[in-house]
């Protein structure tokens, strides 16, 4: 029964269970690093989990694992690159308060100073929090959080008209009458298009998790929905940034 109904691809830079991806219940459990050693052994362990006789209620924790699973793979390969003196890794360091204006020869001297929970923190504040205890909490809420950061809005890949908004009731208006996508970006509102999240998040705006969603980041009809997407959005970050 099992060998019928799930197949696994062990390939590199992708691990899934068909069974469940094809309800549309769990997304896929990908890592796109060949720098990590242990990938193969999280592929599988990541198949162990979700075959387990444990119900839908255990997707929620994968859903938001795999987003909290990513960033620790891009801080451990950050750690990686800021020890082998890499001058954008060196550069990246910037971004702790007391490295803001140190010159490239200083932050040579602190290399052996730096550890793994400093590039989370650097993790954290490119995507707009000034902690990673802050990134994750946002990242595994199923509920209104105070501040989303900059996830939903960083440096654009195509330009957009998007309508901005200071206060959510507004912003639902627009929603409700654009049919749109309402979103977040730190704690303002944006309503935004088709287009945007294609183009800018480099997600399926047909994703059925964006009608469970209610087409709203920020007070979803579904909150693992936004954890699923949350997942999927962390993946597509470009790799030589985060």
């Not at 362990?45 to 795999?66: H, N, P, Q």
Request: glycine residues 6%; aromatic residues 12%; proline residues 5%.
């Amino acid at each position: 029964m099992l060998n019928s109904e799930i197949a696994v691809d062990f390939s590199p830079g992708l691990c899934y269970n068909k069974f469940w991806c094809a309800r549309g219940c769990l997304t896929a459990a990908r890592s796109f690093h060949p720098e990590i050693d242990g990938f193969v052994a999280y592929c599988r362990a990541s198949f162990i989990e979700v075959t387990r006789e444990r119900g839908l209620t255990g997707l929620k924790e994968t859903a938001m694992d795999d987003a909290i699973h990513e960033l620790k793979i891009r801080a451990e390969i950050l750690h990686k690159h800021v020890r082998r003196y890499e001058p954008h890794a060196l550069q990246r360091l910037c971004a702790l308060p007391m490295f803001r204006h140190a010159s490239i020869e200083e932050l040579q001297e602190t290399v052996s100073a730096i550890r793994r929970r400093d590039c989370l923190t650097i993790i954290a504040t490119e995507l707009g929090f000034a902690t990673w205890p802050e990134a994750r909490h946002v990242l595994t809420s199923t509920g209104p959080v105070d501040n989303f950061g900059d996830l939903l809005c960083l440096p654009p890949r195509a330009s957009h008209l998007n309508r901005w908004y200071k206060g959510y009731v507004e912003a639902v208006e627009e929603r409700n009458r654009s049919q749109g996508f309402l979103l977040a970006y730190r704690r303002q509102y944006l309503v935004v298009d088709y287009y945007y999240i294609e183009e800018s998040l480099g997600l399926d705006p047909n994703d059925a998790d964006w009608q469970e969603l209610g087409y709203d980041w920020v007070h979803p009809c579904n909150g693992s929905a936004r954890l699923r997407l949350y997942a999927r959005l962390v993946g597509n970050l470009p790799r030589e940034s985060f």
